[in-house]
């Protein structure tokens, strides 16, 4: 039985936030890996220092050696404080080398490299506070674990039969020797050994990607929420936690920015069946979410409402669209090379409408732009739009849902510009101005789920 266990920011991110991460690790029976992100506040700290020119070295130094160093002094002693301190001296060496070199600043992969060094520090101060504890422990980096990735700067995504075969390797052995590894998040090494970052919040994924890869029976995200909610609490005060949901209705809320769970958690787990359990490391003994391949069905047509604010639907009118599908290749060629995210399409004869992000109008109407004028009749952009998200399992296999979430869409005097269904089978998602989307996620959440 091995159990892979995640540690965002906030559950490394103090003396007392470790040493409760080092006992929920220690309550784990059977064979036990974490993943674990730099402490919070560090990632943004070498983010901003990479931003801004004008930032010295030391000073962005010393601000790590603090932080790091002081729950050292707090929590380990002896032997142990000293081992920690040189191999942390020996990585922020590196680091401080990697800094004050004008030459690395060129390589393309420089800002991920700077940006995933926190985790090599909070990995390092977890195993050793583990070792305090009375427990074998080893810090690994995702070089040293074997975590391969593949992709462009800041957007890479892990090799899963490589990565499969080095943690086979480089971490199996000590999980068989009752060690328990802790192994950096957020990175992997790309096909030159270098770091490549999985995107901000990537750690969630790494863990995914490693319990994949050893073939885990469990992965538990500890995390500084309760879990997957039927709303935004801010929102809707009554939202409650979901105890249990299947792969593609978390996927769906968490693309969604749930902000709960990376959005590229899943696919991994997904894929092997692993369930995943997301869990307060603040509240241990709360149920969480569990994520998992079946579901007993509890006949709860609708689990969460969602919504995503700042969008815009561009519309783009050409005569007879739908007999002409080069046109709609052309159109969504300009899309790609925009480079934008698309969060609905949707088509009629003469109309192709698209969503995508406020800032992104520009960029994507410049593209668009490059069509022959001969070819476009008209594009108009609507801002200021948010999409709904209805999620639940059984939605679109029972007969008149989609009229009593619409009803209830009514009811808050919302006008629906946009609609996508079917695309997904466990979400219904609607575009509606804005300003209606709160008083649309209230009289949902109300209808469906409760006050
Ligand atoms: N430390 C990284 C970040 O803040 C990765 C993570 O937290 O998952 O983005
Ligand atoms: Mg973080």
Same mark, same amino acid.
């Given at each position: 039985m091995i159990t892979v266990l995640k540690f965002g920011g906030t559950s490394v991110g103090s003396a007392e936030a470790i040493v409760r991460s080092a006992k929920i690790i220690l309550m784990e029976g059977g064979g036990r890996v974490a993943v674990v992100s730099a402490m919070s506040g560090v990632t943004n700290h070498l983010v901003k220092f990479l931003e801004d020119e004008n930032a010295h070295v030391e000073d962005a130094l010393a601000l790590l050696e603090k932080k790091h160093k002081d729950v050292a002094n707090e929590l380990l002693e002896g032997e142990l404080l000293r081992g920690f301190s040189d191999e942390f001296e020996r990585r922020m060496n590196a680091l401080r080398d990697l800094l004050n070199d004008r030459d690395a600043r060129k390589d393309p992969y420089f800002s991920d490299n700077i940006s995933s060094q926190g985790e090599r520090f909070s990995t390092l101060l977890l195993s050793y506070v583990l070792r305090s504890m009375g427990h074998g422990s080893v810090a690994l980096t995702s070089e040293e674990a074997g975590i391969y990735a593949s992709g462009s700067p800041g957007f890479g995504t892990a090799d899963l039969s490589k990565t499969s075969a080095g943690l086979m390797m480089n971490v199996k052995p000590l999980i068989l020797k009752g060690v328990i590894p802790i192994i950096t998040g957020f990175y992997g090494r790309n096909s030159d050994g270098r770091p490549l970052t999985f995107g901000r919040g990537g750690s969630d994924y790494s863990a995914a990607v490693v319990a994949n890869g050893l073939d885990a029976d469990f992965l538990e995200i500890w995390t500084d929420v309760d879990g997957f909610m039927s709303a935004d609490p801010r929102i809707v005060p009554g939202a409650i936690v979901i105890d249990e949901m299947n792969f593609g209705e978390a996927a769906e809320l968490a693309y969604l920015g749930a902000k709960v769970l990376h959005p590229r958690t899943i696919e991994p787990v997904r894929m092997k069946h692993i369930p995943l359990k997301v869990k307060n490391s603040f509240k241990p003994d709360s149920p969480g979410t569990l994520i998992h391949h079946l579901r007993s069905s509890k006949n709860e047509m609708l689990r969460s409402v969602a919504s995503k604010a700042d969008l815009s639907i561009i519309t783009v009118s050409s005569s007879e669209i739908a007999y002409r599908p080069r046109m709609v290749a052309r159109i969504i060629d300009k899309i790609a090379d925009a480079g934008v995210v698309v969060y609905a399409i949707s088509t009629s004869l003469s109309t192709v409408a698209l969503l995508i992000n406020n800032p992104d109008v520009k960029e994507t109407l410049k593209h668009l732009n490059l069509i022959a004028p001969e070819d476009i009749e008209r594009i108009e952009v609507k801002s /200021?739009? %948010?999409?709904? =998200? &209805? +999620?639940? @399992? /059984?939605?679109? $296999?029972? =007969?008149? +849902? $989609? %009229?009593?979430?619409?009803? &209830? +869409?009514? @009811? &808050?005097? %919302? /006008? +629906?510009?946009?609609i996508s269904e079917g695309a997904s089978d466990v979400s219904l998602n609607f575009v509606v101005p804005t300003d209606k989307a709160v008083d649309v996620v209230r009289t949902l959440h109300k209808k469906f789920v409760g006050e």
């Open positions: /200021n739009m %948010a999409l709904i =998200c &209805a +999620v639940g @399992d /059984n939605l679109l $296999s029972r =007969c008149g +849902v $989609s %009229a009593e979430i619409f009803g &209830a +869409v009514y @009811d &808050a005097g %919302a /006008n +629906v510009e946009l």
